[in-house]
């Protein structure tokens, strides 16, 4: 018999951990890039959220925005 695959969507997230919830209640200070640049992009894959792909995205680019921006 198949699992269901693990659901790395944000939507499961506690509501404060929520990137637009958090931006919303706490500030921009409260976030970090990758939460940032997740509320930008919007939404992950099958496989992560869009704040871990962000993460990944970030990393890519050893964590310079402006690199990013390229």
């Given at each position: 018999m198949s699992e269901k695959p693990a659901s790395f969507s944000i939507k499961?997230?506690?509501q404060d951990d929520q990137p637009r919830q958090k931006l919303q209640d706490k500030g921009k200070a409260a976030l970090s890039d990758a939460e940032l640049?997740?509320?930008l992009i919007g939404s992950g894959n099958r496989k992560e959220s869009a704040v871990d792909?962000?993460?990944r995205i970030l990393a890519s680019v050893d964590y310079n925005l402006?690199?990013?921006?390229k």
């Open positions: 499961n997230w506690s640049v997740a509320i792909l962000c993460k402006n690199e990013l921006g």
